[in-house]
């Protein structure tokens, strides 16, 4: 029997073995990583809202009123009144007519894609789109074309030359999780009229985060209403787990008939939907409103000073700011060296993302302080002219 072994050692050899790093205590500014404390830079808290006390009094209340499990799939016994308080909620908070809860972003795009999309359909997919839209993508059998990332002329050609029998949808993220920047959302809004296609944006790392009331990419551009199909996750800049998605009520209903990962998962459970409904409601609050314009500022300030400093953030516009650095190996030097400063930023390598443009990814959280940013970028400054980077 195969032990795996030689492919493990390939791995190591390749510098893309992988193994994980245990956080003891919250998600944090500040962690406790190996008996030490470090800046936590590689969270997709963005808010800062999972150890929120409105979230987590939230889920004690629930636990105690509803147990720890919905008990099974929504289908069988598993809907709960939370299940739809929070999806009512984030239908208001989105402007659409309905939503629906899935377990996680990848069971949501893995679910979501395969049920509205099949054989005689054609998918058009941003090339640095989520793995998760890929699988989902594959699953459904359709016709798959990835266009050049962010390239609304090449789109453009795709659409007219290729002959489609059934349904087109243009799919891409709102925000791009490896790179930072933003889609083009007015113009494939334009696309999707022009050519009667189904619009489905990705905004896991918008939701909560982008936006003037923080209701994502959709509505910095204002294209809300040109989007058909609005994803986004619950665990990212609103600080709990899993993951939605809202349109119209046909849509939604379906979605409940058809998409495998929701029909055959146990539903989130009662502590989540809580946590997850509290977060929507401190989203769009003026105390959110604050929460955007610290993590705003701190973007702002640790972008500019990479910049200053040399580092290239490949087009970065939001809180994710990666800095290139090409192969895997030096990224995973850096990112060692950054630690033992007590720096935690990873660093990203294939299959995440394509080979020789490797990179730290550091992401910001509103809950940041100035003086520890500017320790950061002191620091990365100083390994990377030590590694020859800058």
Same mark, same amino acid.
């Given at each position: 029997?195969?032990?795996?072994?030689?492919?493990?050692?390939?791995?190591?050899?390749?510098?893309?073995?992988?193994?994980?790093?245990?956080?003891?205590?919250?998600?944090?500014?500040?962690?406790?990583?190996?008996?030490?404390?470090?800046?936590?830079?590689?969270?997709?808290?963005?808010?800062?809202?999972?150890?929120?006390?409105?979230?987590?009094?939230?889920?004690?209340?629930?636990?105690?009123?509803?147990?720890?499990?919905?008990?099974?799939?929504?289908?069988?016994?598993?809907?709960?009144?939370?299940?739809?308080?929070?999806?009512?909620?984030?239908?208001?908070?989105?402007?659409?007519?309905?939503?629906?809860?899935?377990?996680?972003?990848?069971?949501?795009?893995?679910?979501i894609i395969p049920?509205?999309?099949g054989k005689g359909?054609?998918?058009?997919?941003?090339?640095?789109?989520?793995?998760?839209?890929?699988?989902?993508?594959?699953? @459904?059998? !359709?016709?798959?074309?990835?266009?050049?990332?962010?390239?609304? $002329?090449? +789109? *453009? %050609?795709? #659409? =007219?030359?290729?002959?489609?029998?059934?349904?087109?949808?243009?799919?891409?993220?709102?925000?791009?999780?490896?790179?930072?920047?933003?889609?083009?959302?007015?113009?494939?809004?334009?696309?999707?009229?022009?050519?009667?296609?189904?619009?489905?944006?990705?905004?896991?790392?918008?939701?909560?985060?982008?936006?003037?009331?923080?209701?994502?990419?959709?509505?910095?551009?204002?294209?809300?209403?040109?989007?058909?199909?609005?994803?986004?996750?619950?665990?990212?800049?609103?600080?709990?787990?899993?993951?939605?998605?809202?349109?119209?009520?046909?849509?939604?209903?379906?979605?409940?008939?058809?998409?495998?990962?929701?029909?055959?998962?146990?539903?989130?459970?009662?502590?989540?939907?809580?946590? @997850?409904? !509290?977060?929507?409601?401190?989203?769009?609050?003026?105390?959110? $409103?604050? +929460? *955007? %314009?610290? #993590? =705003?500022?701190?973007?702002?300030?640790?972008?500019?000073?990479?910049?200053?400093?040399?580092?290239?953030?490949?087009?970065?516009?939001?809180?994710?700011?990666?800095?290139?650095?090409?192969?895997?190996?030096?990224?995973?030097?850096?990112?060692?060296?950054?630690?033992?400063?007590?720096?935690?930023?990873?660093?990203?390598?294939?299959?995440?993302?394509?080979?020789?443009?490797?990179?730290?990814?550091?992401?910001?959280?509103?809950?940041?302080?100035?003086?520890?940013?500017?320790?950061?970028?002191?620091?990365?400054?100083?390994?990377?002219?030590?590694?020859?980077?800058?």
């Amino acid at each position: 029997m195969n032990d795996f072994r030689e492919e493990l050692d390939a791995l190591r050899q390749q510098g893309l073995f992988r193994s994980m790093r245990v956080i003891d205590g919250p998600q944090a500014g500040r962690v406790i990583l190996d008996a030490r404390e470090v800046l936590l830079l590689c969270s997709n808290n963005y808010l800062g809202l999972a150890d929120h006390p409105l979230l987590k009094e939230a889920a004690i209340c629930a636990i105690e009123r509803y147990g720890v499990s919905s008990g099974a799939s929504r289908l069988v016994s598993g809907t709960m009144e939370l299940h739809e308080a929070l999806e009512a909620r984030l239908a208001a908070f989105k402007g659409t007519e309905s939503a629906l809860v899935f377990n996680s972003g990848y069971a949501a795009n893995t679910g979501i894609i395969p049920a509205l999309i099949g054989k005689g359909d054609v998918i058009f997919s941003d090339r640095l789109n989520h793995a998760s839209i890929v699988d989902g993508a594959l699953l @459904s059998r !359709a016709k798959f074309i990835r266009y050049p990332h962010k390239d609304m $002329a090449a +789109l *453009r %050609r795709l #659409l =007219a030359e290729t002959d489609v029998a059934g349904r087109r949808l243009i799919i891409t993220d709102g925000v791009f999780s490896m790179d930072g920047d933003l889609a083009p959302l007015a113009e494939l809004a334009a696309l999707k009229r022009e050519y009667g296609a189904l619009f489905m944006v990705d905004d896991a790392h918008g939701t909560g985060v982008i936006g003037p009331t923080g209701r994502g990419s959709a509505e910095l551009c204002g294209i809300m209403d040109a989007v058909d199909v609005q994803m986004g996750t619950l665990g990212k800049g609103l600080g709990s787990c899993g993951a939605y998605v809202a349109g119209s009520r046909d849509l939604i209903e379906l979605l409940v008939n058809r998409a495998r990962s929701f029909i055959f998962s146990t539903s989130l459970p009662p502590a989540v939907l809580a946590a @997850s409904l !509290a977060a929507v409601d401190l989203v769009d609050s003026p105390a959110g $409103a604050d +929460l *955007r %314009r610290q #993590l =705003a500022r701190n973007t702002s300030l640790f972008r500019d000073s990479l910049h200053a400093a040399g580092f290239n953030t490949m087009g970065s516009e939001t809180q994710i700011v990666p800095i290139f650095v090409g192969e895997a190996e030096p990224a995973m030097e850096f990112s060692r060296r950054l630690l033992a400063e007590g720096f935690f930023v990873q660093g990203i390598r294939p299959p995440t993302v394509p080979a020789g443009s490797c990179r730290l990814r550091c992401t910001l959280m509103a809950t940041h302080g100035q003086d520890d940013l500017e320790r950061a970028v002191t620091a990365i400054s100083r390994v990377g002219k030590e590694m020859g980077g800058t």
